[in-house]
């Protein structure tokens, strides 16, 4: 339940995996009607309960990762859960364990630190005035670590303008 969004669709078909935060006070769940997203003792926030969930999309507008879908097939919001019949009993999600680059990651805090010495987990996020801490961490050069991530300034980054030159053929020749 992770998706890949372009990172400049024109020009690479480069992508980054967008998965649930798993946030500490999932904002996801806090705006749900019917109260049917939970987050488990061990921090893992949950799809919707089908029994629960009434199909609002209340939690695909509030979520500041825009990581819940709404499928409506189903009238069922669906996101990444940490494959949680899998980590529950100690088995990686299934995107950690077959990606092939290792972008996601799967283990402890020294494991992660071993595999990435260059690196430094960011688990705070800030959206507007609002810090999100999350049980994901996302990780940034060892070198300029910020105390958190500002994504919506991040949004704001505009790729520069490329021009592109097509030649027209008239007919003449």
């Known amino acids: 339940m992770i998706h890949l969004e372009f990172i400049d669709r024109p020009h690479t078909t480069q992508t980054v995996p967008v998965v649930c935060m798993h946030c500490d006070s999932p904002t996801c769940a806090e705006v749900c009607p ?5 987050r488990s003792p061990d921090g893992v926030v949950q799809s919707a309960r089908k029994p629960r969930c009434i199909a609002c999309s209340n939690c695909v507008l509030a979520c500041p990762f825009g990581v819940p879908k709404m499928m409506s097939d189903f009238e069922l919001m669906m996101k990444c859960d940490m494959c949680y019949d899998r ?3 100690g088995l990686k999600p299934m995107c950690a364990s077959v990606c092939p680059s290792q972008a996601l990651f ?7 630190e071993l595999s990435r010495p260059q690196s430094a987990p960011i688990d705070r996020f ?9 049980k994901v961490k996302m990780m940034a050069p060892r070198r300029a670590v910020p105390e958190h991530l500002d994504v919506t300034a991040a949004m ?5 303008a490329r021009t592109v030159r097509l030649e027209v ?3 003449a020749g």
Request: hydrophobic content about 35%; proline content about 3%; overall charge negative.
């Open 34 to 38: 019917a109260d049917a997203i939970k």
């Open 126 to 134: 800030k959206f507007g005035n609002q810090t999100i801490t999350t």
């Open 106 to 112: 799967f283990g402890t805090r020294e494991e992660l």
């Open 156 to 160: 704001e980054v505009h790729a520069p």
């Open 87 to 89: 980590s529950s009993v």
């Open 169 to 171: 053929l008239n007919g």
